[in-house]
């Protein structure tokens, strides 16, 4: 989602004369997005920007901005840490970014000393409308699209719902009219972006009308997004378990460009954490989850999200996550060691776990997942998988894609094939990539 919101703000910028400059030493202005999820991504944040602010002793004129959610959390008191940023930008404001640099160049270039720093933390009404420009490179393939922000869920280790905001969703016309804009201009693969993506639309005006043919507005999106022509696969990040209702599971098995493969966040799963999380699932109803899902498509990948070290977490409650981690054979999954939160239910719970505890944890589940993430490659060896080609891949020696599992390929091609479907023969796996060769006589025209 923050790379999301940053090629939005740099579409605007460019949009407005700025230029995109390829390494950071090269920049007048730079603008830190920021992520609040994890202390470690804060204190990241604040390194970083600790170190770019010294470079204005050398050149007064370079603008430094901290935007998003740790500017939203932390605000003004972000300058006892950096008393030298000049622009600090919360997440419903990055449509005024800008604005607010012409300003500070403004003063700049009339001689004005370098002074205040303008700070916007404020909310705004319709600011998840704001979050729709591109900045798509000649021969790009694949594109997020942000379908709403904030989240009302108030999980009581997240922070999300104070940096976000309440859940607000934007109109459907708006979200068609820019996908069908990207798939003009050659995006076969569109992943759609929300803290609770399958809540899209619960909270909109005319939801009278949100359910009708029996399905949530989430899946009328679906559904309309399919129709388009050009887009080949459609996905969305972050999914809540609650909201794979029989509309969603079913409509796995009716939507072809839907990939098969579901995020589904975890967390715990012991019952007695999750009821402690706020999460209104059992590890029962979880798997009830997954079973439908691997029922209308047998072949399904999931991912998922897992907090080890949630405040009175036991080595019972541990043992009954990991049984479901191996239950559930996760294809990918992000681990975190819980984190406190200040102003979240779950900071001052009783019970926090030594970080020695969480360590230990969080490597037996990595563990895991590498053992799992491995079978799942070698069992794809010999098989041919549909591979969306990308381009190059980061060594530049072959071209890379991803199957509809999200697994990346690497093979030998050419650039005519980028944005092609292509049917590749995989010979090769590793833990996190694919090897092949493409049978050409299947490809695209
Ligand atoms: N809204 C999304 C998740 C956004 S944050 C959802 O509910 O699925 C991504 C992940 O960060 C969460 O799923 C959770 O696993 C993790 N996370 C959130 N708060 C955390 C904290 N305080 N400490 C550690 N991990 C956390």
């Known amino acids: 989602m923050n790379e999301r919101d940053s090629e939005a703000v740099a579409a605007m910028l460019r949009a407005r004369g700025y230029r995109l400059v390829q390494h950071e030493d090269d920049c007048d202005i730079m603008l830190l997005n920021t992520c609040s999820i994890r202390d470690l991504a804060e204190q990241k944040a604040i390194g970083k920007a600790g170190y770019m602010a010294a470079r204005k002793k050398r050149r007064p004129q370079f603008i430094l901005g901290i935007l998003g959610c740790m500017a939203q959390n932390r605000g003004a008191a972000l300058l006892d840490l950096l008393p030298d940023v000049d622009l600090i930008v919360g997440t419903q404001k990055f449509h005024q970014v800008p604005g607010y640099l012409d300003n500070l160049r403004a003063a700049r270039a009339a001689g004005m000393p370098v002074g205040d720093t303008i700070i916007d933390i404020a909310e705004e009404a319709g600011s998840q409308n704001t979050i729709r420009d591109h900045v798509l490179d000649e021969r790009q393939v694949t594109a997020f699209v942000s379908i709403q922000q904030g989240c009302n869920m108030d999980c009581t280790f997240c922070i999300v719902p104070k940096t976000r905001g309440d859940e607000r969703s934007r109109p459907m016309d708006d979200i068609m009219v820019e996908c069908r804009a990207l798939a003009e201009r050659g995006v076969r693969e569109i992943t759609l972006l929300g803290q609770i993506v399958t809540s899209y639309g619960r909270r909109s005006a005319g939801r009278q009308n949100a359910h009708a043919g029996g399905a949530t507005p989430f899946v009328q999106l679906l559904e309309r997004l399919h129709e388009i022509d050009g887009l080949a696969r459609l996905r969305f990040t972050s999914p809540h378990p609650r909201g794979f209702k ?57 991912s998922t999200d897992v907090i080890v070290g949630f405040p009175g977490e036991t080595e019972a409650d541990f043992a009954q996550t990991l049984e479901l981690f191996e239950a559930v054979n996760y294809d990918m999954a992000y681990i975190f060691k819980y984190s406190i939160r200040s102003g979240t239910p779950a900071a001052t719970m009783p019970g926090q776990v030594p970080d020695a505890v969480k360590e230990e944890r969080n490597q037996i589940l990595l563990r895991l ?13 010999g098989t041919v998988q549909e591979v969306l080609v990308e381009g190059p891949d980061k060594k530049g020696l072959r071209y890379m894609g991803r199957t509809r599992g999200n697994r990346t390929v690497h093979f030998e091609a050419t650039e005519r094939l980028i944005g092609k479907l292509v049917p590749v023969h995989i010979t090769r796996a590793t833990t996190s990539a694919l090897y092949g060769e493409p049978a050409l006589a299947g490809v695209e025209p």
């Open 369 to 381: 997942l590498e053992k799992n993430s491995r079978r799942r490659n070698q069992s794809l060896v």
């Open 246 to 302: 029989q509309d969603l599971v079913a409509a796995y098995g009716r939507l072809p460009k839907l990939c098969e493969c579901v995020h589904l966040p975890l967390q715990s799963g012991s019952d007695r954490l999750l009821r402690a999380m706020n999460r209104p699932y059992t590890r029962e109803s979880y798997l009830q989850i997954v079973d439908a899902l691997r029922r209308a498509r047998p072949d399904m990948y999931f």
